[in-house]
């Protein structure tokens, strides 16, 4: 398909010529500038994306064991494949590489593998039997121009990201070889001793006139073409002169001199790029979590007060059950009347007795401390009282710490008869009294009739 490839006219041809005379281009750059150099990764490792003005090629790099040669059973292999796609230019034939794709992949095959720049010893698993062969599969996405640096700068930065997995060898006879995941071990990178750059020279009119990183139009009008692969330390890798006019010795020595300077200018951009990329990814491996910033929180100040022993002796905690038993025994010595002093500190004792001095539980109405003698004093009655018969008094039964004796309040029928069980509950009993005599019995039936 030759003939769908750009043709100048003469005009154009003419235009060209002529402004590389005047050392112009039509792009604006000097005989010796290259275009800008923009290199982006994929998502996985050893795949690059090169973009060299309007040329865009993409790299990508894989692995796999197989048997080595039988010249080189302790070496790996590394071949390039290109493919030219119709999309990238219409002169490209889909299918069947064309002899552009294939000048392309020698000159970059020639340039890695023939100089030694990736180890291929290393490569070796079990001498004679595995060994990792390398692919590296360029594909050309557009035609701007100058494909041999581009698609090179692509090769050289896959293989510079990528990493093989890690395989050991076990089993009974010692030969079987085990690849190990990625998530169990981390995967090793290639070795690479130096990295050949490509330096592509185009010639004009009878090779006076040259001009580094020829673009489209430029190759269409050019006379011939050279192509110099030479590492940062100016170790020439290989030439490539691809016909057309000649050149003269000199004009090849000032090319080689030129080339040097680009490939160590084009090597630290590489360089830069691949770690940039590696700390970016090693620094997504690390696990972070998220920075909690310290709350402030407002707490108000406490201030403890110092009490003495009598306030603290004083202080008493009341129940809603200890109040109800309170405000009913406040109100039955209301009731009470009496000028004697018996009858006021039986009230003051009692009071006393109603507060609750902390008993084991709340719930417990036995539970409260009262003492016997406040007890037995309340029992008595005031020997001031006369008149009428007095309410039905009741008395809560309460258990004491030291006794569980129960006490029972009794009502009042009359003046005589409080006075009478007053005196007999005051005088000791005996058996004797528990008899009443004749005189009495007879006495209570004569009352009655």
């Known amino acids: 398909m030759e003939h769908l490839r750009w043709r100048p006219t003469v005009n154009e041809r003419d235009f060209i010529e002529s402004a ?4 112009l281009r039509v792009d604006g750059r000097h005989s010796f500038d290259f275009r800008t150099i923009k290199i982006t990764f994929g998502r996985e490792d050893g795949s690059s994306e090169v973009q060299l003005g309007d040329t865009h090629v993409l790299g990508y790099v894989t692995a796999q064991l197989m048997q080595p040669y039988r ?7 590394l071949a390039i494949f290109t493919e030219f796609s119709p999309m990238a230019d219409p002169a490209f034939e889909p299918g069947r590489p064309g002899e552009s794709a294939i000048e392309l992949g020698r000159v970059i095959d020639r340039g890695l593998r023939e100089s030694r720049a990736v180890d291929m010893e290393s490569l070796c698993v079990v001498a004679g039997k595995h060994v990792w ?20 700068i692509a090769a050289l930065a896959a293989l510079s990201t990528f990493r093989r997995p890690e395989c050991t060898v076990g089993g009974d006879d010692g030969q079987q070889v085990i690849v190990h995941d990625p998530e169990v071990r981390d995967p090793i990178p290639l070795t690479i001793h130096h990295m050949p750059i490509a330096v592509t020279f185009a010639y004009f009119g009878e090779g006076n006139i040259v001009v580094v990183d020829p673009t489209y139009k430029e190759e269409a009008v050019m006379g011939g073409r050279m192509t110099a692969t030479i590492n940062s330390n100016g170790d020439i890798c290989s030439i490539q002169k691809a016909g057309g006019e000649g050149v003269m010795s000199s004009v090849v020595m000032q090319c080689l001199r030129i080339a040097s300077v680009k490939a160590a200018d084009i090597t630290s951009k590489i360089k830069k790029a691949v770690d940039s990329y590696t700390t970016e990814k090693a620094l997504k491996k690390v696990k972070r979590l998220p920075t909690s910033l310290p709350q402030k929180i407002n707490v108000t100040d406490v201030t403890m007060e110092d009490k003495g022993d009598g306030e603290l002796e004083t202080q008493t905690v009341k129940t809603p059950s200890d109040v109800q038993e309170k405000s009913k025994g406040d ?9 004697s002093s018996l009858t006021g500190d039986r009230i003051a004792k009692h009071k006393k007795t109603s507060t609750c ?3 084991p539980s709340n719930w417990d109405p036995y539970s409260k ?23 039905h008094d009741d008395a809560q039964p309460m258990l004491t710490e030291s006794s569980n004796a129960e006490v029972k309040s009794t009502s009042s029928l009359g003046a005589a008869g409080e006075s009478e069980e007053a005196q007999e509950i005051g005088s ?9 005599p004749k005189h009495k019995r007879r006495k209570k039936k004569s009352d009655r009739s």
């Open 20 to 23: 590389l005379e005047a050392d």
């Open 71 to 77: 010249d080189r059973p302790n070496e790996g292999t």
């Open 133 to 152: 062969s390398v692919r590296v599969d360029l594909h050309i996405l557009d035609n701007g121009g100058n494909l041999i640096d581009a698609a090179n």
């Open 331 to 339: 109100e039955d010595h209301q009731n009470i009347k009496g000028n």
């Open 357 to 359: 001095i902390g008993g």
């Open 369 to 391: 401390g009262v003492s016997l003698s406040s007890l037995r004093i309340s029992q008595l009655p005031d020997p001031a009282t006369t008149g009428k018969a007095s309410s």
């Open 428 to 436: 000791p009993k005996s058996l004797k009294d528990a008899i009443k």
